[in-house]
């Protein structure tokens, strides 16, 4: 399943007990920033029509769309943290940037560097997106979306 929406717009997925918002890189290439729990920095390189998926635990549009904003207009870094840190457990937002991203409710949030995989909800878990020139495309059908501008 194919979803079109422009640059200036934001794409929400709404579970029954989480959102997933989706906007585009835009404009320009760039770079992505990726502190781990190492000490190390890890640099992703980022193509103008990749995805900026973030999840939301309370269908907070307003934190989704803060987020979202961090990433794409300050390029504000992903902090990744270990599975056994304290903070995880209090994570309500959290965010992946890339061509591709599998939502998944099985994994501890904030802890995993690859950028292709979000913890989400149940009811949106094994959700497949994948970046298309002007969209995303679902591995299945899914109709609980709205386009809001962004």
């Known amino acids: 399943m194919n979803i079109d929406f422009k640059n200036e717009e934001i794409l929400f997925l709404e579970g029954e007990t989480g959102t997933v918002g989706l906007i585009k890189v835009a404009y320009e290439n760039k770079m992505l920033f990726i502190a781990t729990q190492d000490n190390e920095e890890i640099v992703q390189f980022l193509e ?4 900026i998926a973030v999840s939301n635990f309370k269908k907070d549009k307003r ?11 300050e390029s504000s870094p992903i902090v990744i943290l270990n599975k056994d840190h304290p903070s995880t457990k209090r994570l309500e937002t959290v965010l992946s940037i890339g061509e591709k991203v599998n939502l998944n409710c099985n994994i501890t949030p904030g802890t995993h560097p690859e950028q292709d995989v979000l913890c989400s909800c149940d009811s949106l878990s094994g959700l497949e997106i994948s970046k298309t020139p002007t969209g995303v ?10 386009i809001e501008k962004f």
């Open 63 to 73: 934190a989704i769309r803060s987020q979202a904003y961090l990433s794409r207009e």
């Open 48 to 51: 103008s029509d990749d995805i």
């Open 137 to 146: 495309k679902l591995n299945k059908n899914f109709d609980k979306f709205t």
